[in-house]
């Protein structure tokens, strides 16, 4: 089967029902996107699914053949961190950092769904689970990160 997976495609030979998560770890060494509960509560193992977070230690593979996949390794475009990973730097959000990953690719969805979310927004839409207890940086950060991407959108035209 054929995964687009950060713009570039891949073909894979397992079985349909693996977790979308193990050929991304196991097949294809991606390893940024992390395991965590097993049962898509924690959002370690959270990517964008056409532009949706979604957890994939539970999604069948198959369910993800003919999207558009992106995972934490393809955040930064071209080298260049995403206004979320600049904010989450400028925030020091991350203790142990293990769910990182997935808390920056559940606010890029965030973001491009809502650009100015109010803290009942993040609040509603955040469902990661940090076991440092870093819930107020990442919220922080994400309103910095909607700024920053307001910014750049204003000088862009």
Same mark, same amino acid.
């Given at each position: 089967?054929?995964?687009?997976?950060?713009?570039?495609?891949?073909?894979?030979?397992?079985?349909?029902?693996?977790?979308?998560?193990?050929?991304?770890?196991?097949?294809?060494?991606?390893?940024?996107?992390?395991?965590?509960?097993?049962?898509?509560s924690c959002g370690a193992c959270t990517v964008l699914i056409d532009g949706v977070a979604t $957890?994939?230690? /539970?999604?069948?593979? @198959?369910? &993800?053949?003919?999207?558009?996949?992106?995972?934490?390794?393809?955040?930064? +475009?071209?080298?260049?961190?995403s206004a979320v990973q600049k904010a989450w730097i400028e925030h020091q959000v991350p203790q142990?950092?293990?769910?990182?990953?997935?808390?920056?690719?559940?606010?890029?969805?965030?973001?491009?769904?809502?650009?100015?979310?109010?803290?009942?927004?993040?609040?509603?839409?955040?469902?990661?689970?940090? $076991?440092?207890? /870093?819930?107020?940086? @990442?919220? &922080?950060?994400?309103?910095?990160?909607?700024?920053?991407?307001?910014?750049? +959108?204003?000088?862009?035209?």
């Amino acid at each position: 089967m054929e995964l687009n997976i950060n713009g570039k495609s891949h073909n894979i030979t397992v079985e349909d029902n693996m977790p979308l998560l193990w050929v991304l770890r196991d097949e294809l060494n991606m390893t940024g996107t992390k395991y965590g509960c097993g049962v898509s509560s924690c959002g370690a193992c959270t990517v964008l699914i056409d532009g949706v977070a979604t $957890r994939t230690c /539970t999604l069948p593979v @198959v369910a &993800a053949v003919g999207k558009e996949i992106k995972t934490i390794e393809g955040i930064a +475009a071209e080298g260049n961190l995403s206004a979320v990973q600049k904010a989450w730097i400028e925030h020091q959000v991350p203790q142990c950092g293990y769910c990182q990953s997935g808390q920056i690719v559940a606010a890029e969805s965030l973001l491009d769904a809502t650009p100015e979310p109010t803290d009942e927004d993040i609040d509603k839409a955040m469902t990661n689970i940090c $076991r440092c207890g /870093t819930y107020q940086r @990442v919220r &922080a950060a994400i309103h910095t990160a909607a700024k920053y991407r307001k910014e750049s +959108a204003t000088l862009l035209g």
